[in-house]
């Protein structure tokens, strides 16, 4: 099977499990959220492409889905990296100089807010609080926390995730 060959059978297998997950909530009313997330469970993230599909399936207005996702800050319309970088700027972190962290991140991984390395390996976003003013500035990447963080710390924070 040539790689072409191969991922249309990915692609397909995929659209069969969003199908699968959206007859699981057929039956139940105001599903669309729990949808959702299992169809970004299932892709990384929820590109047009996917909504369409969903939409279809649901039938609910494709502007109704959008609406959703781009409201809600839970959902990524673009795909994140297997690390997901998160700066806090919250006002205690963003007082504390978060600002200068995020500036630090997208220089180190030549990226801006809500895009993805090439290589998919990191993403990065700001985000508002998360509860964790006492270590301000506060970054997490994935379920790991970093707090009273400077730009300096960024280049081996980085160091630690490119070793994975």
């Known amino acids: 099977m040539t ?5 249309c059978a990915e692609s397909q ?3 069969n499990q969003l199908k699968t997950i959206v007859d699981n909530y057929k039956d ?3 599903s669309l959220i729990q949808v959702l997330h299992e169809a970004q469970e299932l892709y990384g993230y929820l590109p047009l492409e996917v909504q369409r599909e969903i939409s279809t399936l649901m039938n609910i207005p494709l502007a109704e889905i959008y609406g959703v996702v781009s409201f809600y800050t839970q959902f990524s319309i673009n795909p994140k990296g297997r690390f997901k970088v ?31 390395t090439e290589d998919r390996r990191f993403s990065l976003d700001a985000c508002r609080c998360i509860g964790a003013c006492g270590l ?20 081996a924070i980085i160091d630690k995730y490119e070793e994975l």
């Open 136 to 155: 301000a500035p506060v970054v997490t990447i994935n379920d790991d926390v970093y707090g009273k963080l400077t730009p300096d710390d960024v280049d």
């Open 86 to 116: 998160n700066v806090c700027m919250g006002t205690a972190c963003y007082v504390k100089g978060a600002n200068e962290v995020l500036d630090k991140f997208r220089t180190r991984l030549s990226i801006d807010v809500g895009e993805c």
């Open 3 to 7: 790689d072409k060959c191969t991922a």
């Open 28 to 30: 139940t009313e105001g």
């Open 13 to 15: 297998e995929k659209i």
